[in-house]
């Protein structure tokens, strides 16, 4: 058994492809990590489609934190993600966010996007830091309070990001922007 890193410096971990076996801790970590958790069915419901993906972090044997998302024609849409309490700030979901922009190209993905919680502000912090966006509200997304969600989305492309702020201006649009 491994032991819990105790500085705040960056943790190495090995990124993998989810198996079932790697289930348990995975559900223990959403559980931990989630008010409004997936359970074990929605996991495989979702892990069955031919387009969907799992990766796990692993430090020594441990999972220590997973990432579920989907391949599209130009994009990848990330489902869940979590990392265990225990290990959070880290780096371990920096260096799962590095593998997933490492997938992206010019030609065919250039995007990453994903819903998140109006009222999640830590991942929100986390995920600007990392380069994402928020590009809309999507209200009542989440079904389970009504919430709000933003669409945040991370380009390969910067200049990107900027046609899309003005593509999606209601005011610009309104004026023929």
Avoid at 130 to 142: D, I, M, N
Wanted: a positive charge; hydrophobic letters at 40%.
């Amino acid at each position: 058994m491994s032991t819990i890193p105790t500085s705040p410096a960056l943790t190495r971990v090995h990124i993998r492809w989810m198996i079932r076996r790697d289930m348990p801790e995975v559900l223990a970590i959403e559980h931990a990590s989630f008010e409004y958790p997936w359970c074990e069915e929605e996991f495989l419901r979702v892990l069955r489609q031919r387009n969907c993906i799992g990766m796990v972090a692993e430090y020594g044997e441990r999972i220590v934190g997973f990432m579920i998302y989907e391949l599209h024609r130009n994009k990848i849409h990330v489902l869940d993600f979590a990392t265990h309490p225990e290990f959070r700030r880290r780096g371990i979901g920096r260096q799962m966010i590095q593998k997933l922009v490492g997938k992206l190209s010019g030609q065919r993905r250039n995007r990453i996007a994903l819903y998140i919680r109006e009222t999640n502000l830590t991942a929100q912090f986390f995920y600007r830091v990392s380069g994402f966006r928020a590009t809309e509200v999507v209200r009542e997304h989440y079904l389970d309070t009504g919430e709000d969600a933003y669409l945040m989305h991370y380009h390969l492309d910067e200049s990107i990001i900027e046609e899309e702020r003005v593509a999606t201006n209601r005011i610009a649009k309104q004026f023929g922007g």
